[in-house]
């Protein structure tokens, strides 16, 4: 499991942050996209890129996100022994860009949608994130140029 951290928006176009930084978990995948079979033919992600699927189903990254840590966790117990927590290990990557997913938005008057009503994107899709350790030797390289 990865989380990240951010004050972005909690939907896409939304002009509206939150008041507490929001965090959401991840698990990571092999696949950029999900694999549909006889549908399509499953896209790999890149070696720089770390690419996930949502634990949390209204949890993800959105606008303003960008640049967030991403970091892997690890198990901890209480004094005792008799509970176990995850806290953030280290720094894993950062977010990329996500996508969004569109919707009719609802008219609450009528309890209905229709062809008038605003179409929403939400930040329901996937999230990709670059990764730090892929990333290290060009990371280093800047430092040293300064």
Same mark, same amino acid.
């Given at each position: 499991m990865i989380g990240t951290c951010g004050m972005g928006s909690l939907s896409r176009g939304q002009t509206s942050y939150p008041d507490t930084l929001q965090e959401a978990h991840f698990s990571e995948t092999k696949l950029e996209t999900p694999f549909i079979p006889y549908v399509h033919e499953p896209v790999f992600c890149r070696e720089d890129n770390i690419c996930t699927e949502r634990i949390t189903r209204d949890a993800n990254t959105c606008?303003?996100?960008? &640049?967030?840590?991403?970091?892997? @966790?690890?198990?901890?117990?209480?004094?005792? &022994?008799?509970?176990?927590f995850r806290v953030p290990k280290c720094l894993y990557g950062v $977010?990329? @860009?996500?996508? &969004?997913?569109?919707?009719?938005?609802?008219?609450?008057?009528?309890?209905?949608?229709?062809?008038?009503?605003?179409? $929403?994107?939400?930040?329901?899709?996937?999230?990709? @994130?670059?990764?730090?350790?892929?990333?290290?030797?060009?990371?280093?390289?800047?430092?040293?140029?300064?």
């Open positions: 606008t303003m996100d960008d &640049g967030s840590p991403v970091y892997q @966790f690890e198990c901890r117990h209480n004094h005792n &022994g008799s509970s176990t $977010v990329s @860009f996500h996508e &969004g997913t569109r919707r009719n938005k609802l008219n609450t008057a009528t309890n209905s949608t229709s062809n008038r009503d605003r179409e $929403v994107e939400e930040c329901s899709a996937r999230s990709i @994130f670059a990764s730090v350790p892929n990333l290290l030797p060009w990371i280093r390289q800047v430092i040293r140029s300064y």
